[in-house]
């Protein structure tokens, strides 16, 4: 799976963010989460609060309509996956999110080099974790294991080393573990003691704080979900400017900050 002794340069710096607006029906997507009965209002409120916090960070932004027929498909990143080289069109995990990558191929295409996940192989982006030119793929419920090695064997072909690892009782990988840069992960606690990660230091979550495990790392600030002061605290101790969101009706339907775009560059 390549040689991890050989990592380039750690990067968060983008130029660009593609995101998509939710739909009105949004609240008819996957979810398994006892948080409530999601709001259109809330969520577009939110969705909007995310989209000019990246603006803010020097992102420009590619805005998609929603698609009626996908009520998930606001959930960019389970699409592709998006390296300076390549972008890797995926086949989401859910049957019923299957057909999003469509327009995401489309639009990207203008940006990168296409390659695809190819059936009967599923991945969702949610359970890639980048790290330099170090990616973490998780095999979850969405990601199996001929999509996980596809994608591998085509971030092998660009340079980049990989890993398999199981998610466990988690939706996705980055669920419950991000790179938050200075060589560091955010993670909860299953997590810690895998050797996996041996080479990265770390910051444990309380397990009543688990959801900030979704932070982003984006041109060296952190976009973090508000209401986490224990997580901010350690977080605060990278030295970075931390933006809390409030991401309430995301997390209904079992989103994150993560999930909302795929960033890149250009240049």
């Keep these: 799976m390549g040689d991890p ?112 996940i190819q059936a009967p192989g599923t991945v969702d982006g949610g359970d890639v974790l980048m790290a330099g030119d170090r990616f973490i793929i998780g095999i979850s419920e969405r990601t199996n294991a001929e999509g996980a090695h596809q994608l591998g064997a085509i971030l092998e072909s660009y340079g980049y080393v990989w890993d398999t690892i199981s998610v466990g009782e988690g939706l996705h990988l980055k669920s419950s573990i991000n790179f938050v840069g200075k060589n560091t992960l955010i993670l909860t606690p299953p997590f810690q003691h895998l050797h996996l990660f041996d080479s990265f230091d770390k910051i444990v979550l309380d397990e009543a704080e688990t959801y900030a495990a979704n932070t982003l790392w984006v041109n060296d600030s952190l976009i973090m979900p508000e209401g986490f ?39």
């Design 229 to 267: 002061p224990v997580a901010k605290e350690k977080l605060s101790r990278l030295g970075l400017p931390i933006i809390e969101l409030d991401v309430s009706e995301v997390a209904k339907m079992d989103g994150g900050l993560t999930c909302l775009s795929l960033r890149f560059q250009l240049g």
């Design 5 to 116: 002794a050989h990592v380039k340069k750690e990067t968060s710096m983008f130029t660009h963010a593609l995101v998509r607006k939710p739909g009105p029906n949004f609240n008819q997507g996957l979810t398994t989460s006892l948080l409530g009965t999601p709001s259109y209002t809330l969520i577009r409120k939110q969705h909007d609060a995310y989209v000019a916090a990246l603006g803010k960070l020097g992102l420009e932004m590619i805005l998609l309509d929603p698609q009626p027929d996908f009520p998930d498909a606001y959930f960019v990143e389970d699409t592709a996956v998006v390296t300076p080289e390549v972008a890797v069109i995926t086949i989401p995990g859910a049957s019923s999110r299957q057909g999003e990558q469509y327009s995401i191929e489309s639009a990207l295409s203008q940006f990168r080099k296409i390659e695809k």
